[in-house]
């Protein structure tokens, strides 16, 4: 990421200039997709979701992450942390927005840890050869289904709690 990029909370951003990256990159018919669907009436997280401004500030990508759950076969909820949408628009990414804005997520996560918050497992719908370097991969997700379409290989899930989630359930929004 450019020396010139900014990092600021997602929050500091009018919501339609967002959404308006978000149609960019994802296209206008996002809000079919299957992640959205799993964090359907959720807020995203203001303390995990940030916005990156180019030299110019102009908005070129944002993280968002959502609490969502896994629905376990007996009825509990398992919480999660969803990542994402991670968002470049198309004229800057391979410049290092997308590592950035992953990287002030994942720092947010481990400073709110260092002060004592709960830190969750995290999930994704992405590919492993990208989000791999930051520990997320398919190798517990087997048995995790989704509310629609998906292919199983590109369900990602990483956190150090994530060897004591059950091996089987449904992704959808956290409901208390």
């Known amino acids: 990421m450019s020396d010139a990029a900014t990092l600021v909370p997602l929050g500091a951003v009018p919501p339609a200039m967002i959404e308006e990256v978000l149609d960019r990159v994802f296209g206008e018919d996002r809000h079919t ?19 990156a401004l180019d030299a110019d500030e102009m908005l070129v990508g944002t993280i968002q992450c959502y ?5 376990t076969k007996g ?3 398992v919480p999660l942390v969803m ?27 481990a400073r709110m840890a ?13 590919d492993e050869d990208y989000y791999g370097r930051w520990g997320f991969s398919a190798r517990m997700t087997g048995g995790w289904g989704c509310p629609g379409s998906y292919e199983a290989r590109r369900l990602l899930a990483r956190g150090a ?5 059950p091996a089987e359930g449904m992704l959808g929004p956290w409901t208390a």
């Open 83 to 109: 990542v994402g949408p991670v968002a470049v628009i198309p004229e800057r990414q391979g410049e290092g927005f997308g590592v950035g804005l992953m990287m002030a997520m994942l720092d947010a996560e």
């Open 114 to 126: 260092s002060e004592g918050s709960p830190v969750f497992p995290q999930v994704l719908i992405g």
């Open 33 to 51: 997709r299957t992640a959205y669907r799993i964090r359907e009436g959720m807020e995203w997280l203001e303390a995990l979701s940030f916005a």
């Open 75 to 77: 009825g509990a909820r």
């Open 161 to 165: 709690a994530l060897s004591q989630m």
């Open 67 to 71: 609490p969502v759950s896994l629905l």
